[in-house]
């Protein structure tokens, strides 16, 4: 049986197929549908992890008790699992590990172009990268076989385009793995000092033998061409733009394991054609390691190591002539990303933006707050950063930035890492104030439950976190609920808690307007007699609300009646 499949969707079918039984992940663009999917397949338990750290973690145990166990996260993910990702490499596995890791070249939904591909050879894992559908389901049942057979976490390679492209994937049945009996091996498994240094040797060992393996697997095929003038070597979603701009007339050398590389097939490729490529986004990793070899090619000084590449930067590179279906008489509008109408982080923001409160921001739609027209963040930086950050920027300013500067949170985020940051906050007395922004979600990719929520993965009841019984119990005795459509209340708190000398926290709890359980309230609309055409409701930045003939008008199909807009107009315009 064949099925048209998404990237995601297709490696959640190969954890079926392969006889996977855990996946644990924390939800993160372009890798989240990874984890929904599988979580379709009864037979592989399914959760979402506080963070990918902990993901990584469960993922070891299950494979610790000889079960095949996965996780998946985006490439800024890789580096909250780092630490165990790299003490991992030394202890190795009992069943199989597969760690699914999602870069996003452009920056679609990411705060920077991590290359991944850094981490296998830092940790000195095998990597895995497919081009399409089909090899990422492939790929998968590969990687719990290599796992297994060379005693390692593998780490398997998506971008932004294979992951959210479909194809056609062959579907077949599941492999079930019976769990073996446990045994006890504190000396592989203990990662102190002495047990420690007589495992590096067989790391690096264990390398030689996966560069050896990576020589003859299938997973690295040399594509003859009709003309052996041009080869390319290339990986991943690059190989499908090689393809498609010059289809059999060059020789390829399509890299399945990015990790180690192939040396020897490398030098025989190169020599059976006269001029060498290197296709790859992001950084040269590929490049690099074929000069180090003593092999000339030609890579980032004709591509960029910024962005995504496609058809067209190739054909472009290569001084290709376009043709006439990829042209563009104009160019395509950028459509930057708004809160939507109802967001409830907008009246908080408004509010922050107005007493013009220096705002340290944190990673969730909300980061959308720094927009035009509220501008209302100084910064973002990583998950969690903004509670630790503020602490920090405290501590160095003094009073005078404790009177005028908060920072903002979401729940699920808050759950991720920022827990840790006031925890550091209530230990070192700082007088500073944390808005978390609970919106009942994760928000920011696709609505995943949340340990804030009260449920699983498959939205089962589970046990609720409550941030205000934990805020006390670390040691924050300020502690305040309030509704983000109350522009009155949310000034009132935040300059109230400004204005004490300890620690405090403002939970702005209103549910995501797109949760189906949240029912809009009747669109509001203006009337224009009323209207003197201020603009005050443009203030809030909200996508319903336009003015046309110099008079504010709201659009009936956006607005969801929050009538955060009604506490701005003074001149009681806008009705319902």
Request: charged share 25%; hydrophobic share 40%.
């Amino acid at each position: 049986m064949k099925k048209l499949m998404l990237g995601n969707e297709a490696i959640a079918r190969g954890l079926y197929e392969a006889g996977a039984k855990l996946v644990s992940s924390y939800p993160g663009t372009p890798s989240t549908e990874i984890t929904e999917f599988a979580a379709k397949y009864d037979e592989i338990y399914c959760e979402w992890a506080p963070n990918e750290k902990v993901a990584t973690e469960t993922a070891f145990g299950a494979s610790l008790r000889g079960a095949r166990s996965a996780c998946a996260m985006k490439h800024v993910g890789l580096n909250v699992a780092a630490d165990p990702l790299f003490t991992l490499s030394y202890t190795g596995v009992t069943g199989g590990m597969v760690i699914f890791v999602a870069d996003d070249p452009a920056m679609h939904s990411s705060q920077n172009e991590q290359d991944s591909r850094h981490y296998a050879v830092a940790a000195k894992v095998p990597m895995l990268e497919p081009s399409d559908s089909a090899e990422a389901k492939a790929f998968v049942k590969e990687a719990f076989d290599i796992s297994e057979k060379f005693d390692t976490p593998v780490l398997f390679r998506m971008c932004t385009r294979i992951a959210h492209s479909q194809s056609i994937v062959e579907l077949g049945e599941r492999k079930e793995t019976e769990l073996p009996e446990y045994e006890k091996n504190p000396q592989k498994y203990i990662m102190a000092p002495a047990n420690a240094v007589r495992r590096h040797p067989f790391v690096e060992e264990r390398t030689k033998k996966l560069a050896e393996f990576a020589e003859t697997s299938p997973l690295n095929r040399v594509e003859k061409g009709t003309d052996s003038k041009i080869g390319i070597i290339c990986a991943g979603t690059c190989y499908q733009y090689v393809k498609e701009v010059f289809g059999d007339s060059v020789c390829v050398l399509k890299l399945g394991i990015v990790n180690p590389l192939p040396e020897k097939l490398i030098k025989d490729f190169a020599e059976s054609v006269e001029k060498l490529y290197v296709i790859e986004e992001l950084d040269g990793v590929i490049e690099t390691f074929v000069k180090n070899i003593g092999v000339d090619c030609v890579g980032k000084e004709m591509f960029s190591p910024l962005g995504e590449y496609d058809q067209t930067t190739i054909r472009k590179a290569f001084g290709l002539t376009l043709p006439e279906s990829v042209r563009l008489d104009a160019p395509v509008p950028v459509r930057p990303p708004v809160m939507c109408a109802g967001c409830p982080h907008r009246g908080m923001f408004y509010v922050l933006a107005k007493n013009k409160i220096t705002v340290l921001g944190d990673i969730g739609c909300y980061t959308l707050g720094s927009a035009a027209p509220l501008f209302a963040l100084d910064s973002t930086l990583c998950m969690g950063a903004s509670v630790s950050g503020l602490h920090g920027f405290n501590k160095a300013g003094g009073a005078e930035s404790e009177s005028k500067t908060v920072c903002v949170i979401g729940d699920s985020t808050f759950m991720h890492s920022g827990m840790t940051g006031l925890v550091n906050i209530a230990y070192n007395a700082s007088n500073s104030t944390v808005i978390i922004l609970d919106n009942s979600i994760t928000g920011m990719t696709g609505h995943q439950q949340n340990p804030t929520t009260g449920y699983n993965i498959k939205n089962e009841p589970a046990t609720a976190v409550n941030i205000e019984e934990f805020v006390h119990s670390i040691g924050i005795k300020r502690v305040r609920v309030v509704d983000p459509y109350d522009l009155k209340q949310c000034e009132e708190a935040v300059k109230e808690e400004l204005a004490v000398n300890e620690p405090s926290v403002i939970i702005s709890r209103r549910p995501c307007m797109l949760l189906k359980y949240v029912k809009p309230k009747p669109a509001l609309k203006v009337n224009s007699e009323k209207c003197i055409g201020c603009k005050m409701c443009m203030k809030l930045g909200c996508p319903a609300i336009s003015v046309k003939d110099k008079k504010a008008v709201i659009d009936a199909t956006q607005c969801v009646g929050c009538a955060v807009c009604t506490q701005l107009c003074a001149k009681g315009a806008i009705e319902v």
